[in-house]
């Protein structure tokens, strides 16, 4: 607070120097000073918007956008809990009665909230609608956005958080693995490719490997390796190949031969690629 004070006094004179030694701050301070909501009582009401039937669906859509920036800070994405807003979120998520624009925001703020945070995770992980919902969400929406931004809150929750996967193994989310570069479009095999990797930061249990066969992910992965598609897509597809190779995963001869040919089909482009990964995807199919 005496922080506080001596930046007023040094705002109100003009003086630069002494403001440039004081520094910016703290906003939470600014709030409480001058009468402002904190973040945590923004949050609330930002749900409360979206919950009232008589907001208009445009104020409903401010407010989720500026929820989906509070919770971008640590400490306000594991206040959802405390802030008991993730039965609320959920509840909003799955009413088909909210457009699909509300609902992609909400599963942004999710997708924000869980990544690279294990106690959002776990916080997230005890309402057990929450995974099972954006399962759904990523293998029914005719939305392509509605779908993306599902796949990009599952893989965000289940990231290097085994609980979460071992949820995700029991609800059938692999069958969201779905990749094809004629009928998908390059972002859809993006995300899919994001979650493949999201469930190898677990490590390679046998479940996860006999997955991996049902679903047939070497000849998956070659049919991606296109000089026609985007480099991004052949970066991310070579990543997981050489992300398998370091967990030992073994490929059939098939697909050997296939990611081979892959391979060689891409050589031009090496100078737009990662070439770690590259020289990592030739030593996964050389045996």
Known sequence: MEKLL??????QAGDKEALSKIGTPDPKALNQLFGGPDEASLMKESV???E????????KIIALENLEMLIE???NANNIENLKLWLPLLNILGNDSYNDEIRTLILSIIGIAVQNNNKSQSDFNKYDQGIKLLIELGEKSQDLDLKLKALFAISSFIRDYKPGYEKFEQLNGWNLITLDIKDNSPKLNLRVLSLIASILSNGLSPNTEAHLRKNNIGHKLAILLNDDAHPNLIDKTLNIISNLYHLKYEF???EKYEI????ETIEGLSDRLNLDDLETAKMSVSK
């Open 52 to 59: 009232n039937p008589e907001v208009s669906n445009e104020d």
């Open 6 to 11: 001596h930046w007023s006094i040094a705002q």
């Open 260 to 263: 081979d040919a892959g391979l």
């Open 252 to 254: 059939t001869p098939e």
């Open 48 to 50: 409360m918007v979206v």
């Open 73 to 75: 800070n640590l400490d």
